[in-house]
């Protein structure tokens, strides 16, 4: 029997069919969680290894060929990617499909511990993670006002980002922009030389001195101290006043040496909101959570953020569920225009159905 022969003869069956998909897809619609790309698991592993100050050479030859030699006989690999650049090498290995991540993970865990003795000293600790399609970020709002770069960034980093990551569903805020204050020593290489003095030693000078040691414990009745001695400096003339080494019973002090300077770190890049310097926060959220809620979550606070702290602008830059809720839209719709031919074409039918039974009976 053919599906039109049983719409006509058993309308009321077809009826109740056509209600209970209509009803499953309003469901879906506004229940199922909401994203612009599937959450799926590629079988990726980064390998990430930071050494500041150093050219794509010489990252090439002191991290990134350990590296490779090292992974390269992980079981299940695919194909390697290498990238060496200033500052930074990283190694992308594919796995094939299906392959356990985890075990992966372990796996070149284990052989990165092998080859560490191998990296420079003064090379950052080895990062792995996984690629994670949900870590890309969903919203950018760029910050602007009447401050300096270093001002700007950090009301952002300590004030504004952690607004935003109390929000239900934001994993993470990352800043970008600014700069970042920094102190500069300067040394002249006249006098480091008069005075046979190696520049490895007034950097483990400064390091040494330059941090909070603890001391113990003191017991007083009931009560336990924990002690400790605070040698960070606080200013700029704590660490002028450095005591670098002894000649002759003669302090040598870091000033006597060097030029100290309380700057920024190098511009490398610029970040201008409505053609004024700014700092920008991109916006990532958690894995399965709906993105139109926590973007719609994410414009009320910067609304009431504008409207609390007055010295800045927040603007949307970019928002990803923009797209998402106008390709929900249109999906609704259509759903709606679906559903009114359906009514009516059941009610088509069940009007010819009665018009036969009345025939039928006369």
Same mark, same amino acid.
């Given at each position: 029997? @053919? +599906?039109?022969?049983? !719409?006509?003869?058993?309308?009321?069956?077809?009826?109740?069919?056509?209600?209970?998909?209509?009803?499953?897809?309003?469901?879906?619609?506004?229940?199922?969680?909401?994203?612009?790309?599937?959450?799926?698991?590629?079988?990726?592993?980064?390998?990430?290894?930071?050494?500041?100050?150093?050219?794509? /050479?010489? +990252?090439?030859?002191?991290?990134?060929?350990?590296?490779?030699?090292?992974?390269?006989?992980?079981?299940?690999?695919?194909? +390697?990617?290498?990238?060496?650049?200033?500052?930074?090498?990283?190694?992308?290995?594919? =796995?094939?499909?299906?392959?356990?991540?985890? $075990?992966?993970?372990?796996?070149?865990?284990?052989?990165?511990?092998?080859?560490?003795?191998?990296?420079?000293?003064?090379? #950052?600790? &080895?990062?792995? =993670?996984?690629?994670?399609?949900? !870590?890309?970020?969903?919203?950018?709002?760029?910050?602007?006002?009447?401050?300096? @770069?270093?001002?700007?960034?950090?009301? !952002?980093?300590?004030?504004?980002?952690?607004?935003?990551?109390?929000?239900?569903?934001?994993?993470?805020?990352?800043?970008?922009?600014?700069?970042?204050?920094?102190?500069?020593?300067?040394?002249?290489?006249?006098?480091?030389?008069?005075?046979?003095?190696?520049?490895?030693?007034?950097? /483990?000078?400064?390091?040494?001195?330059?941090?909070?040691?603890?001391?113990?414990?003191?017991?007083?009745?009931?009560?336990?101290?924990?002690?400790?001695?605070?040698?960070? =400096?606080?200013?700029?003339?704590?660490?002028? #006043?450095?005591?670098?080494?002894?000649?002759?019973?003669? &302090?040598?002090?870091?000033? #006597?040496?060097?030029?100290?300077?309380?700057?920024?770190? #190098? /511009?490398?890049?610029?970040?201008?909101?409505?053609?004024? !310097?700014?700092?920008?926060?991109?916006?990532?959220?958690?894995?399965?959570?709906?993105?139109?809620?926590?973007?719609?979550?994410?414009?009320?606070?910067? $609304?009431?953020?504008?409207?609390?702290? &007055?010295?800045?602008?927040?603007?949307?830059?970019?928002?990803?569920?923009?797209?998402?809720?106008?390709?929900?839209?249109?999906?609704?719709?259509?759903?709606?225009?679906?559903?009114?031919?359906?009514?009516?074409?059941?009610?088509?039918?069940?009007?010819?159905?009665?018009?036969?039974?009345?025939?039928?009976?006369?």
């Amino acid at each position: 029997m @053919s +599906i039109p022969r049983i !719409a006509i003869e058993r309308p009321v069956t077809m009826f109740m069919l056509s209600a209970v998909i209509v009803l499953l897809g309003g469901l879906s619609l506004f229940r199922l969680p909401v994203d612009l790309m599937p959450d799926v698991s590629y079988p990726q592993i980064t390998v990430r290894v930071g050494y500041g100050g150093v050219g794509p /050479q010489e +990252i090439e030859e002191l991290i990134v060929r350990p590296l490779e030699q090292a992974l390269a006989a992980v079981p299940g690999i695919e194909q +390697i990617n290498s990238t060496a650049s200033e500052g930074s090498g990283s190694v992308q290995l594919s =796995f094939a499909w299906g392959s356990n991540l985890s $075990e992966a993970a372990d796996e070149v865990r284990t052989r990165i511990d092998r080859v560490r003795g191998r990296f420079p000293i003064d090379s #950052d600790p &080895p990062t792995i =993670f996984k690629f994670d399609s949900t !870590a890309q970020p969903i919203m950018s709002i760029g910050i602007e006002g009447d401050f300096d @770069s270093v001002t700007l960034r950090e009301i !952002a980093e300590v004030d504004l980002g952690p607004r935003f990551e109390r929000i239900d569903g934001v994993a993470a805020v990352t800043v970008n922009g600014g700069l970042r204050r920094q102190i500069h020593v300067e040394l002249s290489k006249e006098k480091i030389t008069a005075l046979d003095l190696s520049v490895d030693r007034v950097v /483990q000078a400064i390091r040494s001195e330059n941090q909070n040691i603890p001391l113990g414990e003191v017991d007083e009745g009931d009560t336990t101290y924990l002690l400790r001695s605070q040698g960070q =400096f606080q200013d700029l003339q704590q660490l002028m #006043d450095l005591v670098v080494l002894t000649r002759g019973d003669v &302090p040598v002090y870091l000033r #006597d040496i060097a030029e100290v300077r309380d700057t920024t770190e #190098d /511009q490398r890049s610029f970040q201008r909101i409505n053609g004024r !310097a700014g700092v920008r926060l991109s916006v990532s959220k958690q894995s399965g959570k709906n993105t139109v809620e926590i973007a719609h979550a994410v414009r009320e606070e910067i $609304e009431r953020t504008n409207r609390e702290v &007055p010295s800045v602008r927040l603007s949307v830059i970019s928002d990803q569920s923009r797209f998402i809720e106008q390709s929900i839209n249109s999906v609704r719709e259509h759903v709606y225009l679906g559903a009114f031919l359906v009514i009516g074409i059941i009610f088509f039918f069940l009007r010819d159905w009665r018009a036969t039974v009345i025939i039928c009976l006369s």
